[in-house]
T-cell receptor, first 117, second 114 residues
């Protein structure tokens, strides 16, 4: 199946700093990528939809100024957690839709574990 | 907006036992349905999906699921589980239109004892 990578796999930062997470589709071009957040022992919650060449669509309750999303190319979307605080500590997962597999199929990255001290 | 319910939060089975995990969704229109699996320390993998056609779909590793439209259900089944099936299982749904973003259920943790 299609491969999606995320970098870094884990990051520890101090409160107040910003952290950038990259999501790449390795063997296909993804016009749409999604960013999810997963709390321990809970399900994935959609944060935003990242569209190549246009602004991201954020879910209700997600601060767009806090979680900056940039989808600069067909294979790369970035999520920047700005001025991170301990409550932002979580597991962030991206997914990418492979148009060649139909509009409905998404492939997930391995996730990025963020710990804010 | 759509929602997904998984009523079994934690299931413990012995090897060779049969498995059925429940999944119900609510949405007024046409949906696409998925089951994903997350093995310990690994990323989400697609087990199977239903878009249209035969409501009984077969996926990888011997899993299957049946879409029952009248019950808004998409239960996952496997006739004989193995220890390697120990994982977290997520049911998910997308509307058949629009952004097609996935809405996930809360997940079911399956523990298979040897």
């Amino acid at each position: 199946g299609a491969v999606v990578s995320q970098h870094p796999s884990r990051v520890i930062c101090k409160s107040g700093t910003s952290v950038k997470i990259e999501c790449r589709s390795l063997d296909f071009q993804a016009t749409t990528m999604f960013w999810y957040r997963q709390f321990p022992k809970q399900s994935l919650m959609l944060m935003a939809t990242s569209n190549e060449g246009s602004k991201a669509t954020y879910e209700q309750g997600v601060e767009k100024d806090k979680f900056l999303i940039n989808h600069a190319s067909l294979t790369l979307s970035t999520l920047t957690v700005t001025s991170a605080h301990p409550e932002d500590s979580s597991f962030y997962i991206c997914s990418a839709r492979d148009p060649g597999q139909g509009q409905e199929t998404q492939y997930f990255g391995p996730g990025t574990r963020l710990l804010v001290l | 907006a759509q929602s997904v319910s998984q009523h079994n939060h934690h299931v413990i089975l012995s090897e060779a036992a049969s498995l059925e995990l429940g999944c119900n969704y609510s949405y007024g229109g046409t949906v696409n349905l998925f089951w994903y699996v997350q093995y310990p320390g690994q990323h989400l993998q697609l087990l199977l999906k239903y878009f249209s056609g035969d409501p009984l779909v077969k996926g990888i590793k011997g899993f299957e699921a049946e879409f029952i439209k009248s019950k808004f259900s998409f239960n996952l089944r496997k006739p004989s589980v193995q220890w390697s099936d120990t994982a977290e299982y997520f049911c998910a749904v997308t509307p058949d239109t629009g952004r097609r973003a996935l809405t996930f259920g809360s997940g079911t943790r399956l523990q298979v004892q040897p």
